[in-house]
Each structure stands twice: as structure tokens, then as C-alpha cells.
């Protein structure tokens, strides 16, 4: 495990309640798509980023994590492990409070990089699963 439950509680709790979710189109078959529903039935504001930029669950896109015009808290992170690195990169230099890598994305330098920069992080794990989990 990668964030313990404290830290998954803490993002969930603590980081804030705006989630740009990185991967999120209005394919209703990808996995980034049911759990940006769910964020959102607990409170959680999504921004989907996708290179679409298509508006999901009435939430305007952004091709990009620069893009967004406006402070985002927690990245979550619905990409190939191979390009996770650059995503928690970006999550970084947009100054989120945490960066979340979904269930069976692993990138152990990035987690490095990421703790580092002083940022929350936790990998392969899904909020959607934790914030019901949490009461």
C-alpha cells in the first residue's frame, strides 16, 4: 500500500473538495466515470481533464491540468502507470493538496517526488471504495 489509511482519510477529509480527474470522458464504460459520479454524491466538486475536454456529470473539461482556471485540491488519476509520473508532476506545479493514483496505478518515483514536494499521495487505491468505507 501506498497512503496508508490515515493518509487516505486525511485527503478525503482534509485536502479539499475540489477534485479534477484526470482520464474522465463521458465513456460511461471507464472506471474514471462511475467514481467521479460517486465523488460527487459525497460532495466532492469534479473537473474532468481529459484531452476531450468534454463536460461530464455537468462539469465543464480542461485538456489539461494548466489548463484549469482555478485551484484544484486533489488530482485523481485514472492513467497508464507510464504516464501517471508526468500527471503527479503537473498536480505539483499546480499547487493540489494531494494527487491519488486509482486502483492499479503504481509509479514509485513519482510517489517519491510527490511526498517530497510536500504533497498527499497515496496509489492503487479508489476513493470511491474509501470515502463510503468512512461513514
Request: with cysteine; net charge negative.
Amino acid at each position: 500500500m501506498y497512503g496508508d489509511q490515515a493518509a487516505v482519510e486525511k485527503i478525503l477529509t482534509e485536502s479539499g473538495d475540489t477534485w479534477a480527474v484526470v482520464g474522465l470522458s463521458n465513456n460511461e464504460s471507464r472506471a474514471a466515470y462511475g467514481v467521479a459520479r460517486i465523488l460527487q454524491r459525497f460532495g466532492k466538486r469534479i473537473v474532468p481533464v481529459h484531452p476531450k475536454a468534454e463536460t461530464v456529470h455537468g462539469e465543464r473539461g480542461y485538456t489539461t491540468l494548466a489548463d484549469i482556471p482555478f485551484e484544484v485540491d486533489v488530482v485523481d488519476v485514472f492513467v497508464n502507470a507510464d504516464l501517471a509520473g508526468a500527471v503527479a508532476d503537473e498536480a505539483v506545479a499546480k499547487g493540489a493538496k494531494a494527487v491519488w493514483f486509482q486502483l492499479g496505478v503504481v509509479d514509485e518515483a513519482a510517489y517519491a517526488r510527490t511526498r517530497a514536494a510536500g504533497v498527499a499521495m497515496v496509489m492503487d487505491r479508489c476513493p470511491a471504495i474509501e470515502i463510503p468505507r468512512m461513514g
